[in-house]
């Protein structure tokens, strides 16, 4: 499909568990983005990817979490011991333009995380 | 104080008639603002973007910014049961490295 791909697009996870979680952005899109969305909150940001580069991480809430994008296109969030506190919807999102000057963000539908 | 703040509602309206969302923000420095629509369980989708203060219109929408005042709304006129969904404000800083900050939403409900 033409939009952002994301999965699994649900994941149940024991606590202590890893878990990875995997976005496919719209083609050519330069930049990627990582929210955490809480139920019934708006979406948190967690990471920020210009091509391969991680040029921001200062979302992410602990060292348990670790996002990579090697080759500038598809990316992956890891998350290694999980907690209960990390159950959330993990949204994608891409961009055509350099940072987010436009705000013209391509979301995926999400990776519902629940940790047991 | 959060950084993006919204009426978590639920705002409800009768069908045609006018919704009025109301954000506000902290940071002077902020440049771009964007109103997203979330349906229930669905991601969200930009609905219309302003940059500078007054009003910007599109179709059933407008967007009021004003900068000195750290407020922006949204009118969706004429609601149609279809609108019924959480409405996310969010605002960029290019000062904090171009992050896209969203506040917590607002739902609204439009009854037939």
């Known amino acids: 499909g033409a939009g952002v791909s994301q999965s699994p697009r649900y994941k149940v996870a024991k606590r202590g568990q890893d878990v990875a979680l995997r976005c496919d952005p719209i083609?050519?899109?330069?930049?990627l983005f990582w929210y955490q969305q809480a139920l019934g909150q708006g979406p948190e940001f967690l990471t920020y990817?210009?091509?391969?580069?991680?040029?921001?991480k200062s979302g992410l809430p602990s060292d348990r979490f670790f996002a990579e994008r090697p080759e500038g296109s598809v990316s992956t969030l890891k998350i290694q011991r999980t907690q209960q506190e990390d159950s959330a919807v993990y949204l994608c999102?891409?961009?055509?333009?350099?940072?987010?000057?436009?705000?013209?963000?391509?979301f995926g539908e999400g990776s519902r995380l629940t940790v047991l | 104080q959060k950084e993006v703040e919204q009426n978590s509602g639920p705002l409800s309206v009768p069908e045609g008639a006018i919704a009025s969302l109301n954000c506000t923000y902290s940071?002077?420095?902020?440049?771009?603002f964007f109103w997203y629509r979330q349906y229930s369980g669905k991601s969200p989708e930009l609905i219309m973007s302003?940059?500078?203060?007054g009003d910007k219109e599109d179709g059933r929408f407008t967007a009021q910014l004003n900068k000195a005042s750290q407020y922006v709304s949204l009118l969706i006129r004429d609601s149609q049961p279809s609108d019924s969904a959480t409405y996310l404000c969010?605002?960029?800083?290019?000062?904090?490295?171009?992050?896209?900050?969203f506040g917590g939403g607002t739902r609204v409900l439009v009854k037939p």
């Open positions: 940071d002077r420095v902020s440049q771009s």
């Open positions: 302003i940059y500078s203060n």
């Open positions: 990817f210009q091509n391969e580069a991680q040029l921001d």
């Open positions: 083609s050519g899109h330069v930049s």
């Open positions: 969010a605002v960029n800083q290019r000062a904090a490295g171009n992050k896209l900050t």
């Open positions: 999102a891409s961009s055509l333009a350099l940072g987010q000057d436009t705000g013209e963000l391509f």
